[in-house]
């Protein structure tokens, strides 16, 4: 099969970023761009991500990149919305106004919902079950706009089962993952990323 051009975007925290990775190489764009060169795509990869944001910085990053014309987007967003206390149908708006931007340029959609903060390793364990309640419930609206925007969720169910097993998965500063943590998010990813690029290759060419 000929090679296809693909431009993937990357958008959100500072997880999407890779802030606490050894290299370059082990960030999720770094990694999914690997993943999808090697089943046949050419990637022109963009990192619009900044470290630190909230899902209402998103429509702006979307806007940002409207010019690009993206044919896949990664959209990794939820933890520091957590961390912030802000609402979780503040924050589900916001993601949905960034989707709709993004599929009006034609741009497919892959989303990264918020992590189970409930693991990370300085949360206190009596508080633990308050914060795992609090990301499921921003999670399930992250889901549902999804939903109506057309966009596909990965699975995060395991990784956060692993983030809560492997200490190593922590990068030095014990809240963002380590270059091993990225490797196991971007294996949850990578699937979903590839079933989406093979599907926008077929209807191309159809």
Do not use: K, W
Not at 82 to 105: I, K, M, Q
Not at 131 to 137: M, R
Not at 139 to 147: F, G, H, I, S
Not at 177 to 194: D, F, K, M, N
């Amino acid at each position: 099969m000929a090679r296809s051009a693909l431009r993937l975007l990357v958008l959100g925290d500072s997880i999407a970023y890779g802030t606490g990775a050894r290299r370059p190489e082990d960030t999720l764009g770094r990694r999914l761009a690997a993943a999808l060169t090697a089943d046949g795509h050419d990637v022109d990869l963009h990192l619009r991500a900044v470290p630190g944001a909230v899902s209402a910085d998103l429509p702006r990053q979307a806007r940002g990149a409207a010019d690009l014309a993206a044919d896949l987007a990664l959209v990794v967003i939820g933890a520091n919305d957590l961390t912030r206390l802000v609402p979780p149908e503040r924050a589900a708006a916001s993601l949905d106004e960034a989707l709709r931007v993004l599929r009006a340029t034609g741009t497919d959609v892959v989303l990264v919902p918020a992590p189970d903060m409930s693991h990370v390793p300085f949360v206190p364990p009596a508080f633990r079950p308050l914060v795992q309640a609090a990301c499921a419930q921003l999670r399930q609206r992250q889901v549902a706009v999804a939903a109506a925007t057309g966009a596909t969720v990965v699975p995060v169910a395991d990784v956060n089962r692993a983030f809560g097993t492997d200490p190593a998965l922590f990068a030095a500063d014990r809240f963002h993952p380590s270059s091993a943590g990225y490797a196991r998010i971007a294996s949850a990813l990578t699937p979903v990323v590839l079933e989406a690029a093979r599907a926008r290759r077929d209807d191309t060419a159809a």
